[in-house]
């Protein structure tokens, strides 16, 4: 039975690989992930740069804050885009007229007009050709409010030293005491961004495989081809040749697109830097990441995570085929998948909002429920909100249910798969589910 | 040999098959017949283990059916039960090695076999590409590419020309001699009374009529009298007892009568006018498979 159950796998797998969609899909995905990870540079070839610098153009009118407001400037803008990144923003003193400015002025310019006030002790204009980014925009807009808040206390005499204390940005030692493994907000932030990201090809591929593995049994049911395939295996080596070989599928499709990402990667850095070092927005992510403890955490979590990834998949696709089995053609799938489907979806959203729940015992106890562990538990962990053994738990719990399904699912199965009517359809499956001579 | 033995099994209150039985010796095709509903497929997949009876038991060569005795059955289902999306080399190959071969055992037969069936040019081509009667074609291959100890075949010439189907008959009758049990099911009664010695008719689960074919005419009683002359005495042949009707069948006069004991009356009768054919045959299986299966409904 193995020999055949392996040939069954062998040739379920070979169906998918040797397709020609399977070709043309992942040359549409390798490119569109390597072009989304040369985007700067594809950019620049077609005439565009994120990286230009903008020309700041002061134009002081008395106020000789210019001096301040460039230091302002500077400070803002590396505080922003970190210490290490180059400043974008080059900023210079116009001795021409406003007029003479404006009728000279280019996309990547900014002119800053510096009025005095009697009551805000400073107005200014900001002139451009085009709208500013929004990281612009508040760089320029609290410096200067802080060049404002120095004239104002300069104005009223107040000592330079202390005017240095109060502009200096409080110091803040986080320091959270209910619980150990948290971590500061910031990692709030770096998972709302890097999250989503890390997640989202686990999410597109419990889909595919959902889709992949309800379609392969759809067809054979619908051939009728069903009736001589199950004549010679039993109902749970077909079952289970389907899992693995699906299971298989996706897994191999993930490790593609890590290696696409990873050329991506090399060519990217290859045409940036012409040498080994990461592209700055990655490096700059991942300095945040290596600051903040996400690193050493990876360390855990990545095998415990693959693990509970692959369990998913297991569950999904035992659930995807049992379902499968009661549908008569390709539709009624599609339609019973659905709720499948929107599990997952809620497991992909639930674990991007994880920090929203911070502390809540509901989304601790869904951490632990299958179908949604593999998204909330990892995103949890990451957060500080739970432990490894909360993740254990969860595999635990998964490894139980997977148990369950396949136990009760496959007397489902059995009688699913060579049902052809919708007749109480749902009573025939109950009384399978509950009968163990099926 | 195949033994099957009170087989029953019911879907709740409804009986699919009810206390079913009989034997197929090595050799011999026997007849599976009923219309549609009767429970024809629900026998076919107990025979083929794919759903347990909750009566009786199905021994083929003294083994109860399991996974490893459906390796000896072939099975031409009804419906092409064909994965249309791969070539002929691949289907054959797929279903030889369920039905445990080794790969290069197929490959070794499979030229042999699409030779004998006038395929061979079509060994690489996907199967939904084929015509429906080179898919039937494949499909019986696809059955008997195990030299199967049992082949169930169900309606098996659907979408062959004559020429397909004389090529198929000779294929049958070389696993009949080969000592392959066969079951035979079509609506198609010729075919059935061409392959057939013995056979069942099912009527709702219940087997109505069953034993050898011969027999079954015999214990029919109705014998049909073919006439061919000119100015025969339709009349007073309508009048004899014992005549049941009298019809025109392709030119001819058919007298349809009790049993033969009548016939000699008959042939008093017509025995004077200029008659080129007079001759007693015996009923067809349709007519008793539709007076025994109408019979019931009515």
Redesign the interface.
């Known amino acids: 039975?193995s020999k055949?159950f392996w040939?069954?796998t062998k040739?379920s797998l070979k169906?998918k690989i040797n397709s020609k969609w399977f070709v043309i899909t992942n040359i549409i995905l390798a490119l569109a992930i390597i072009l989304l990870l040369n985007m700067n540079s594809l950019i620049n070839f077609f005439g565009g740069d994120f990286d230009n610098k903008i020309q700041i153009t002061v134009i002081d009118n008395n106020t000789n804050s210019y001096n301040l407001l460039k230091e302002n400037i500077k400070s803002f803008s590396s505080s922003l885009k970190g210490e290490n990144e180059e400043l974008k923003l080059t900023v210079n003193l116009s001795d021409k007229s406003l007029h003479e400015e404006e009728s000279n002025l280019d996309n990547d310019e900014i002119i800053i007009v510096l009025n005095n006030s009697n009551k805000e002790y400073l107005t200014a204009k900001i002139i451009s050709e085009e709208k500013i980014d929004s990281v612009t925009y508040q760089v320029l807009s609290q410096s200067l409010n802080s060049t404002k808040s120095a004239i104002g206390m300069t104005l009223n005499n107040i000592d330079p030293s202390i005017l240095t204390e109060i502009s200096t940005p409080v110091s803040i030692d986080r320091v959270v005491l209910s619980d150990e493994n948290s971590v500061d907000e910031n990692m709030e932030i770096i998972m709302g961004s890097v999250f989503p990201t890390v997640i989202l090809p686990f999410f597109m591929l419990t889909i595919f495989l959902i889709q992949m593995i309800g379609g392969e049994i759809c067809?054979?049911k619908t051939?009728?081809?069903?009736?001589?395939?199950?004549?010679?295996?039993?109902p749970k080596t077909h079952l289970l040749s389907k899992i693995l070989a699906s299971n298989v599928f996706v897994i191999l499709q993930g490790l593609l697109l890590i290696i696409y990402a990873i050329i991506g990667l090399l060519i990217s850095t290859d045409m940036l830097s012409g040498g080994l070092s990461m592209p700055s927005d990655i490096t700059s992510i991942f300095d945040s990441l290596v600051s903040t403890g996400f690193v050493d955490k990876l360390i855990y979590v990545i095998p415990l995570t693959l693990i509970l990834i692959v369990l998913s998949f297991i569950a999904y696709s035992v659930v995807a085929g049992i379902l499968a089995s009661m549908t008569v053609n390709m539709e009624d799938f599609s339609q019973l998948q659905t709720p499948l489907v929107f599990i997952s979806l809620a497991g992909y959203y639930l674990a991007i909002m994880a920090g929203m729940f911070n502390g809540s015992i509901l989304i601790r106890i869904l951490s632990y429920v299958p179908f949604l562990s593999s998204f909330v538990s990892p995103s949890l962990y990451m957060m500080g909100q739970i432990g490894i053994i909360d993740i254990i738990i969860s595999i635990i719990v998964l490894i139980i249910f997977i148990y369950l399904l396949l136990h009760f699912g496959i007397r489902v199965y059995k009688v699913g798969i060579?049902n052809y009517s919708n007749e109480k359809v749902w009573s025939k499956f109950f009384k399978a589910f509950k009968n163990k001579?099926v | 040999m195949l033994e099957v033995k009170h087989i029953a099994k019911y879907y709740g209150n409804n009986k699919a098959v009810s206390d079913l039985s009989f034997t197929v010796k090595d050799g011999e095709i026997f007849g599976l017949l009923g219309e549609n509903g009767a429970g024809k497929t629900t026998t076919f997949?107990i025979i083929?283990?794919?759903?347990?009876a909750n009566e009786g038991q199905v021994l083929l060569d003294g083994r109860e059916i399991n996974?490893n005795t459906?390796?000896r059955?072939g099975?031409v289902?009804e419906?092409?039960?064909?994965?249309?999306?791969l070539t002929v080399l691949e289907q054959l190959k797929?279903?030889g090695?369920?039905?445990?071969l080794d790969e290069r055992t197929i490959e070794r037969d499979i030229d042999n076999w699409l030779e004998k069936f006038e395929i061979s040019s079509y060994k690489n081509r996907k199967i939904k590409e084929l015509s429906k009667g080179n898919q039937q074609k494949i499909q019986f291959i696809?059955a008997i590419i195990n030299h199967p100890k049992l082949l169930i075949l169900d309606e098996p010439f659907t979408g062959l020309d004559p020429i397909n189907v004389k090529l198929m008959k000779e294929a049958i009758y070389t696993l009949q001699k080969e000592g392959c049990s066969i079951i035979f099911s079509s609506h198609q009664m010729e075919y059935i009374e061409d392959f057939c010695e013995k056979l069942v008719i099912l009527v709702k689960g219940h087997p109505v009529v069953s034993g050898m074919l011969k027999d079954i005419k015999e214990e029919y009683g109705i014998k049909n009298i073919m006439l061919r002359g000119e100015e025969l005495p339709l009349e007073k042949i309508k009048k004899v007892k014992g005549v049941i009707s009298v019809s025109k069948v392709r030119g001819e006069i058919e007298v349809k009568i009790e049993d033969k004991s009548v016939a000699p009356k008959i042939f008093s009768l017509v025995k004077n006018f200029n008659i080129t054919k007079y001759d007693l045959v015996e009923p067809s299986l349709n007519e008793i498979f539709i007076e025994k299966v109408g019979g019931i409904h009515e």
């Open positions: 039975m055949k040939y069954l040739v169906k067809e054979e051939t009728r081809s069903m009736e001589i395939i199950i004549s010679n295996v039993s060579l001579d | 997949r083929m283990g794919l759903i347990d996974y459906t390796d059955i099975f289902t419906e092409r039960s064909l994965l249309t999306k797929f279903y090695v369920l039905k445990g696809s």
